[in-house]
Antibody, heavy 115, light 110 residues
């Protein structure tokens, strides 16, 4: 059974870059899309973007200029970088398998933006 | 691109059927059969319930079904059970090549 696990700092200062990694276990990354999503406290879900295992990406236009998603299939990992963060970026960040629908999810990790 | 519109809350008694609507536009829900639905219990990650409008992943109860008419997609839960109490979100592909979620619906089992 495929499992995903997010990791990274739980606290990021304003204007800095948020960096998270998702480790995939129990299956290959090949032939799949891999996504990042987030959920602000008490709010709904927001799609951040996805990467294909080969490296092509697609990002939410509202975040496009600040987002970078990369993949390292040799380590079974993909990563998220979100630059110039503000308090509005405080959220639970999820990694998931899929590009249009998400069949497997990580447990989520809370990232708080605060000085 | 605005979020898809869902009712804030829907409730029903055990055994009843309820339907959650997800209204978009001709640029998203109405244009593509790429609507998915997710169930989220408090403090948990979302779970895929329906994909491509009406397809159920393996392991999801057949009490859950999806459909679409025009710009509105729907998720129906039949034989409502206490464990179905959760938040539900729809998601759709859009003509600008990205994905938008619905506003979310809280389902309460009376």
């Amino acid at each position: 059974q495929v499992q995903l696990q997010e990791s990274g700092p739980g606290l990021v200062k304003p204007s800095e870059t948020l960096s998270l990694t998702c480790t995939v276990s129990g299956g290959s990354m090949s032939s799949y899309y891999w996504s990042w999503l987030r959920q602000a406290p008490g709010k709904g879900l927001e799609w951040i973007g996805y990467i294909y295992y080969s490296g092509s990406t697609n990002y939410n236009p509202s975040l496009n200029s600040r987002v970078t998603i990369s993949v390292d299939t040799s380590r079974n990992q993909f990563s998220l970088k979100l630059s110039s963060v503000t308090a509005a970026d405080t959220a639970v960040y999820y990694c998931a398998r899929g590009g249009g629908w998400y069949s497997h999810w990580g447990q989520g990790t809370l990232v708080t933006v605060s000085s | 691109q605005s979020a898809l519109t869902q009712p804030a809350s829907v409730s029903g008694s055990p055994g009843q059927s309820i339907t959650i609507s997800c209204t978009g536009t001709s640029n998203d829900v109405g244009a593509y059969n790429y609507v998915s639905w997710y169930q989220q219990h408090p403090g948990k990650a979302p779970k895929l319930m329906i994909y491509d409008v009406s397809n159920r992943p393996s392991g999801v109860s057949n009490r859950f079904s999806g459909s679409k008419s025009g710009n509105t997609a729907s998720l129906t839960i039949s034989g409502l059970q206490a464990e179905d109490e959760a938040d539900y979100y729809c998601n759709s592909y859009t003509s600008t090549n990205w994905y938008v979620f619905g506003t979310g619906t809280k389902v309460t089992v009376l």
